[in-house]
């Protein structure tokens, strides 16, 4: 009755609403069994039994109980296995001071008990958990000292976690080649378990390592190995990966690829909400916006990025950021602004060194454990002395030894002048450097507005000249033929016959006009697409019907095979561009020649095609075409041109990430040939 009263207690105490049957079983065995070591021994494999299982609460009760037990048997082997699993229950729960006293106190027991493997087991857990609160050189003293038992037991579950430790160390104390070599130890024990959390983990590690070498086709390498692990499913996975790997193509000038990544890294992580990787996805697109000169981009994503890095506190992604934000600035000659983020950027440098240096220290490859007392040097020669020596000597010794010292003192104090002094030189110098780079950077933004005065003038003389030379001639024809009309000098049949050159003249000086703004905003830098999805075949409809005079009064015929198609471009420009290619088309085409348009599909891409019989080009005039200089010849009827059509062609085209580009043979004709883009992620990437 009484061992059946002890039984049911146990069991509403333990897990009373456990179904596990081996828990079950260990339960009913414990209650029937003496209080002896047996006892203890089931209510350990109980406790791993409950770790295992998280249930740590009712593993603690279990925990008082056997503990107060193995005392009161002296049972050590018992009392340390408990005491073991008591440190780690308390390392998952957070309580990290009582983790760290309890594996030290199993590690005494199993040192009385000389359990080697034990002891390693403690040692690999407790240089895990001091390197994880930033304590490496003891922590790496504790990994080492287990490295040697767990290799030599094959002891996998926890030489990952040893590995681990000792390459988290390493890297913090910036010993980055023995960080490689223990990530790489901890790579073939993840393959051997087949872990692929740990494979993914690992992978990762060793490309933030070579990120750090700048070894940028490697740390590629590892972050696709990563990627590769990481089901394509698992999208949290991927958003932890994306960011860096998006920045390794970035810093290995991949940037179609880079783009890629790192668009796809913040639309997961903003739906994951994590900050981290959001905050070096904006600062890496940043960078490559910066790069490619989309300059309002990079600064809309800087400014987010620094507003993050501040809120979460990374110093190290806010000094990326403080130099973006000066190269940017400097690009757009706000020189004084470049100089305060340059200013902000050696502030935090100066403080993330000062707190690495805190990080480095000597690694010593084999350790040794060793009670060790403090200890006054004095004594320990004298006790020495007294069993080889007699007192004269040691007193001699003594003499020698306090002279040594008061010279190191002397010593250590002309160190304490110098170091002094120079820390005075190098504020000096560094006040210095600064001004310079001031300096430097305002000498660098007069000539840039310099060189940005020379082309605007330049600009300025192109289109005066144009302006005094082509436009004049338009207006003043036509001019000359409204006074005659005036004056009443032409009669009703002499004016219809001269109406059509009245109207030619007209639509040259109007399509001139057109040209020369377009042109002109384009060389004072001041266009800015504004991209959209259009279909190109309504375009050419509406183009097609406003040269339908043209057309018609040349007697050409138009072959029309375009087809439904959506592009993602500045429509207004695009259709800018249409118009030119058309004018010239009826241009240079005689009576009876024809204009075909099309477009089709290639790669992914939108290609317009304007081809037209007409007279065609030389080759060594093809390359004079999209050049800024103008260059013009007149049409089939001497019509006039401006020489600018094909040049803004050409810049608006490529305003709008695509290309253009011309085949021509004389007298058989010209092809002239768009390719855009047909998504927003293909022109960001083109860009």
């Not at 008990?113 to 240089?127: F, M, Q």
């Not at 007209?506 to 377009?518: G, M, Q, V």
């Amino acid at each position: 009755m009484k061992r059946l009263l002890v039984l049911i207690l146990l069991l509403n105490f333990g897990f009373g609403f456990s179904q596990d049957e081996e828990l079950e079983s260990l339960t009913i065995q414990l209650a029937y069994q003496d209080p002896d070591s047996s006892k203890i021994n089931t209510s350990v494999s109980i406790i791993k039994l409950l770790f295992e299982s998280k249930e740590y609460s009712k593993a603690l009760k279990f925990v008082k109980q056997s503990e107060k037990l193995a005392k009161d048997l002296k049972y050590n082997k018992g009392l340390a296995e408990i005491t073991f699993y008591k440190a780690k229950i308390h390392d998952q729960v957070g309580n990290y001071p009582q983790a760290i006293r309890d594996f030290k106190n199993a590690k005494t027991l199993y040192t009385h008990v000389k359990d080697t493997i034990a002891i390693a087991k403690v040692n690999s857990n407790l240089g895990f958990l001091e390197i994880g609160r930033g304590n490496y050189k003891t922590g790496l003293n504790y990994a080492l000292l287990a490295i040697n038992e767990l290799e030599k037991r094959g002891l996998y579950e926890e030489l990952s976690k040893n590995y681990q430790s000792l390459a988290n160390a390493y890297e913090k104390s910036n010993n980055l080649e023995k960080a490689i070599t223990y990530n790489l130890k901890k790579l073939d024990v993840d393959n051997r378990t087949n872990d692929v959390e740990g494979l993914i983990s690992t992978n990762k590690n060793l490309g933030d390592i070579y990120t750090k070498k700048q070894n940028f086709n490697q740390a590629i390498s590892y972050y696709e190995s990563a990627l590769g692990y990481a089901s394509s499913t698992d999208e949290k996975l991927r958003a932890q990966i994306l960011p860096y790997l998006g920045n390794a193509y970035l810093k290995d000038k991949d940037y179609r690829t880079s783009a890629r990544y790192l668009v796809e890294s913040i639309n997961l992580n903003r739906r994951f909400n994590n900050k981290t990787e959001i905050l070096i996805a904006l600062n890496s697109l940043g960078d490559l916006n910066l790069q490619q000169n989309r300059l309002n981009t990079a600064e809309e994503q800087l400014l987010e990025a620094a507003n993050l890095s501040r809120v979460i506190k990374n110093d190290e992604q806010l000094l990326r950021n403080y130099m973006l934000m000066k190269s940017l600035d400097s690009i757009k000659g706000d020189f004084d602004n470049a100089f305060i983020w340059q200013g902000e950027y050696y502030k935090l440098k100066e403080k993330i060194d000062a707190e690495n240096k805190k990080n480095e220290f000597l690694l010593i490859p084999e350790i040794t454990e060793s009670d060790e007392a403090d200890s006054d040097p004095i004594l320990d020669v004298a006790t020495t002395t007294d069993n080889q020596v007699s007192k004269k000597q040691y007193d001699k010794f003594k003499l020698i030894f306090y002279a040594l010292l008061a010279a190191f003192a002397v010593v250590l104090t002309f160190f304490v002048l110098f170091y002094l002094k120079r820390n005075n030189r190098l504020k000096y110098t560094r006040e210095l450097e600064a001004t310079n780079k001031k300096i430097e950077l305002q000498n660098e933004a007069i000539l840039e507005q310099s060189k940005h005065l020379e082309s605007i003038n330049k600009a300025k003389d192109k289109l005066f000249s144009i302006v005094s030379h082509d436009l004049k001639d338009s207006l003043t024809s036509t001019k000359g033929f409204i006074d005659l009309l005036k004056e009443g000098q032409l009669t009703q049949d002499e004016f219809h016959s001269l109406l059509p050159e009245l109207s030619e003249n007209a639509n040259n000086a109007s399509l001139l006009l057109f040209n020369l703004l377009n042109w002109s905003k384009s060389q004072m830098q001041s266009l800015e697409p504004k991209p959209s999805l259009f279909d190109i075949q309504e375009v050419f409809a509406e183009k097609v019907k406003l040269m339908d005079q043209k057309i018609e009064a040349k007697g050409l015929k138009i072959i029309d095979n375009t087809l439904r198609d959506f592009v993602y471009a500045d429509r207004s420009m695009i259709e800018i561009v249409v118009q030119n290619l058309l004018a010239n088309a009826v241009k240079f085409c005689n009576r009876g020649d024809q204009i075909t348009i099309s477009n089709q599909i290639s790669n992914g891409k939108s290609i317009i095609t304007v081809e037209d019989s007409g007279v065609g080009i030389k080759k060594e005039d093809i390359n004079k075409l999209f050049e800024s200089n103008t260059f013009t010849t007149r049409g089939t009827n001497k019509e006039k041109g401006t020489g600018l059509g094909l040049t803004i062609c050409k810049e608006l085209v490529e305003l709008n990430s695509g290309a253009i580009w011309v085949e021509s043979e004389v007298n058989i004709g010209s092809t002239f040939y768009i390719e855009l883009p047909k998504s927003r992620i293909e022109n960001l990437v083109n860009t």
